[in-house]
């Protein structure tokens, strides 16, 4: 392409965005939405941990393309609603079996045939993941591991941890997903997951 040619694309991007209700940056945009995106997955999937999940998932899509993406609040709501239906329909799949009642010659067959257990070499897949997870929690700052910890071991939602931080619920979103973005990229060099 000419020098001619990339300046117009740049311009035209340049005019797009500032069409744009100030979306400059990932922060902003997450700061003004993600609440707003929070009710409406709520809605539409009924528990707040999992819209939380949701909400976090559309941001870190759109962090990963937020260059190509001309028209980010209309992509997140989309990405949003997609993912939420998604979620419902996986778990409409999904029905709680009954046990049936059990007579004791039944029962004993069943537990001979079926063995919980992991494979050895399940075993030592799950715990080589489990230790390069750690390491990659290394890799982060105080405050981030204490936000992960919070999130994933003590199951807290986005308010308690605020709460509990003393950082406002945006900042807590916010900084869990850098966090997040951060081990998957380490995660990433080690070969675990694809970048």
Same mark, same amino acid.
């Given at each position: ?72 609040? %209309?992509?997140?709501?989309? /990405?949003? =609603?997609?993912?939420? &239906?998604? $979620? ?5 799949r999904m029905s709680q079996l009954t046990p049936l009642p059990a007579d004791s010659s039944r ?26 997870v750690r390491l990659s929690l290394k890799t982060l700052d105080k405050r981030s591991r204490e936000i ?15 709460? %509990?931080?003393?950082?406002? /619920?945006? =900042?807590?979103?916010? &900084?869990? $997903? ?18």
């Open positions: 392409m000419t020098q001619d040619v990339i300046s117009k694309m740049a311009a035209a991007r340049s005019d797009d965005a500032a069409q744009a209700p100030g979306w400059g940056t990932m922060e902003e945009l997450f700061a003004a939405l993600e609440s707003p995106l929070l009710g409406y997955a709520l809605r539409i999937v009924g528990d707040r941990s999992t819209a939380e999940d949701l909400v976090q998932e559309a941001f870190m899509k759109l962090h990963a393309q937020f260059e190509d993406v001309r028209e980010p609040e %209309r992509w997140l709501y989309r /990405t949003v =609603h997609n993912l939420a &239906l998604n $979620h419902r329909r996986d778990n409409a029962e004993s067959c069943e537990s001979n045939a079926t063995d919980e257990s992991p494979l050895p070499d399940e075993q030592i897949a799950r715990a080589e993941g489990i230790g390069l992960v910890h919070l999130k994933f071991n003590e199951d807290l939602s986005y308010a308690e941890i605020s709460k %509990r931080t003393g950082l406002k /619920t945006g =900042h807590v979103g916010y &900084l869990l $997903h850098h966090a997040l973005k951060t081990i998957a990229v380490e995660l990433a060099k080690t070969g675990m997951t694809k970048p």
